[in-house]
């Protein structure tokens, strides 16, 4: 097997410091911690590597599961040459290097494994350049990524990868590897530690889900404490100093935070309001714009609710206006408030059906003419074609609506709105329901004009 490190110093010095993490690097499958969904025995990926069967994939999941580690570890037991390629250092003249060398060994009957770490990093041209060596075989692309690739990877080049979705590690697989680095020789094995009891379960529980965040922690903690004689002595307050803040698992621009506001957006949806105050505080504390998610709640209050509490937009109009007015912190109460009704009013979206069913028409009907009832004629020539012809005032009708035809001819009759029987919208409904009995009734006593007779001879000025 042949490896090639991209921009890798010739001359390493044999003391150069190697952070914990990476000693403690996997270096094959029995090592590895974690993905049991992908590796565990007679799962796709571990057949695939262990029989050397690698084709183009990506691995798609947050920093620190094993993504780079897999990688290496499938570089261990290929056949193929191997590169290991940054998409934050390459630019398009390393692509071109790599991809001739990737073709050169191709004609000696071998194939290159070409590791791309971040490709979502990548623009479009750059990722461009791969798709035709991966379409010849000329290479083989394992992607990572922390972004969501349906979004960041191009569709051509995707429909060629397989993409294997890596998961946060669970809190004891955390304080396996912790127990590891505590014992290991490339780790900490030659040091006797005396810790506190839950010292490694609070290291995995500050870590949430991410191994190179616990191994980090432990070797700041570890190298902070004191040390005689090949004894290292960890103290609660030495740990307290060293975890001054839970990290919070959120990318304000990435899949997280996609996936955040739709768990918000759905709990406010479901009336969940516990759920919903949760998701709120989490993006808040990630550092979320909170103007953004007062957009997200006016949005609801109109979707989601409605005419079933028409205050709900109120309330969430002006949570809107104090979050821009105020600012953070203290505008978090009124997110919260604006989240509590919005979460617990009553839900109907027949207004956001009725519009989408009326912008579906209004697609296939962008021509029809408009009755000449509803003209405005604000010139003497419109009033002379006929605008305004047959125009009935509603005010001036006994019951403050006519039978006059506002609809194309082709709609005529359309109904759009379906109203419930949800909260104050039951009376959106009543009322509805008597227009339509009205028009029932009354429509036979009355010629309805779409249109202006064609025979009606056109008057000039006098």
Not at 341 to 357: F, T
Request: include cysteine; charge should be negative; glycine fraction near 6%.
């Amino acid at each position: 097997m042949k490896q090639i490190e991209l921009f890798e110093e010739e001359n390493e010095k044999e003391d150069v410091y190697e952070p914990l993490a990476s000693r403690m690097r996997p270096k094959d499958l029995s090592e590895f911690v974690g993905q049991r969904h992908l590796l565990e025995k007679g799962k796709l990926l571990r057949n695939l590597i262990e029989n050397d069967r690698i084709s183009s994939m990506i691995f798609w999941g947050p920093p620190g599961v094993g993504k780079t580690t897999l990688a290496r570890i499938i570089a261990e037991h290929t056949q193929s040459a191997f590169v290991n390629f940054s998409a934050v250092t390459s630019g398009v003249k390393e692509i071109r290097k790599v991809m001739e060398e990737a073709e050169a060994i191709r004609r000696t009957g071998r194939k290159t494994i070409l590791f791309v770490d971040e490709i979502h990093r990548f623009n479009k041209a750059q990722q461009d350049a791969f798709l035709p060596y991966v379409e010849k075989g000329s290479i083989i692309l394992i992607g990572a990524t922390t972004e969501n690739p349906s979004f960041e990877v191009n569709s051509a080049l995707l429909s060629r990868c397989r993409v294997f979705v890596l998961h946060p590690l669970e809190q004891t697989e955390l304080e396996t590897l912790l127990e590891r680095a505590v014992h290991d020789e490339r780790g900490y094995g030659a040091y006797e530690i005396h810790m506190p009891e839950r010292m490694l379960s609070m290291i995995a529980d500050f870590s949430k889900g991410d191994g190179r965040t616990a191994l980090n922690t432990l070797e700041i903690i570890l190298m902070n404490s004191e040390e005689k004689e090949g004894v290292i002595t960890v103290t609660m307050d030495g740990i307290r100093d060293c975890i001054t803040r839970k990290s919070m698992v959120y990318d304000k621009g990435g899949e997280e935070h996609n996936q955040v506001i739709s768990a918000f957006h759905e709990s406010l949806r479901n009336s969940d309001v516990d759920a919903a105050l949760f998701w709120l505080a989490r993006m808040l504390e990630g550092g979320e714009d909170p103007v953004w998610i007062a957009r997200r709640i006016t949005h609801a209050a109109a979707e989601d609710i409605g005419l079933a509490d028409p205050n709900a937009l109120n309330v969430a109009v002006n949570c809107f206006e104090a979050v821009r007015l105020i600012g953070m912190p203290e505008c978090a109460v009124h997110l919260a408030e604006a989240t509590v009704y919005v979460s617990l009013a009553p839900k109907s979206n027949s207004v956001y059906l009725a519009y989408e069913a009326a912008r579906k028409d209004a697609r296939l009907h962008d021509t029809d003419p408009i009755p000449l009832a509803v003209k405005a004629a604000y010139t003497k020539l419109q009033k002379e074609l006929g605008y305004g012809f047959e125009y009935q005032y509603p005010h001036d009708a006994p019951d403050k609506i006519t039978n006059m035809q506002c609809f194309p001819d082709s709609l005529v009759g359309k109904q759009y709105y379906h109203p419930t029987e949800q909260g104050k919208e039951a009376a959106c409904k009543r009322r509805y329901e008597w227009i339509q009995e009205w028009h029932r009734l009354h429509d036979h006593e009355a010629k309805r004009v779409s249109s202006f007779p064609m025979s009606m001879p056109y008057q000039k000025k006098k």
